[in-house]
C-alpha cells in the first residue's frame, strides 16, 4: 500500500491562503482515491475534501465549501489541498488518507498520513 506524507502547513493570518500537498510512495497511488481530514484541539478528526481516483469527482465539507479545492497529479503521486479565505476555525492538524474506494475514503480510510499543522490566525 501507499505511504503518505504532508507538506505545507503552516501559521497564516486569517483571510490568507495556505497550499499542502500529500506525496505518495509506491507505484499504485492513481489507483487510489484520497482524501484530507483534519483534527482540531479537542475535538474529534472530521472529513474535509476528497477526489477519485482519476480527479473526476470531488466532495467537499460543507464547512469548506467553496474555499477549499483540492486536486491531485498522479504522475507526480501528490494530491493538494488549496486553502483559501482561511477562519481561525479552520486550524487544525490535516491528515492526508487513501483507500481505494472514494466511498470509504470519505469515512473510513485505510491509510494515512502523519499530519501537517495549519494554524490560522486572528
Known amino acids: 500500500q501507499v505511504q503518505l506524507v504532508e507538506s505545507g502547513g503552516g501559521l497564516v493570518q486569517a483571510g490568507g491562503s495556505l497550499r499542502l500537498s500529500c506525496a505518495a510512495s509506491g507505484r499504485t497511488f492513481s489507483t487510489y482515491a484520497m482524501g484530507w481530514f483534519r483534527q482540531a484541539p479537542g475535538k474529534e478528526r472530521e472529513f474535509v475534501a476528497a477526489?477519485?481516483?482519476?480527479?473526476?469527482?470531488?466532495y467537499y465539507a460543507d464547512s469548506v465549501k467553496g474555499r477549499f479545492t483540492i486536486s491531485r497529479d498522479n504522475a507526480k503521486n501528490t494530491v493538494y489541498l488549496q486553502m483559501n479565505s482561511l477562519k481561525p476555525e479552520d486550524t487544525a492538524v490535516y491528515y492526508c488518507?487513501?483507500?481505494?474506494?472514494?466511498?470509504?475514503?470519505?469515512?473510513?480510510?485505510?491509510?494515512w498520513g502523519q499530519g501537517t499543522q495549519v494554524t490560522v490566525s486572528s
Open positions: 477526489i477519485s481516483w482519476r480527479g473526476a469527482n470531488t
Open positions: 488518507a487513501a483507500d481505494y474506494q472514494v466511498v470509504v475514503v470519505r469515512t473510513t480510510p485505510s491509510v
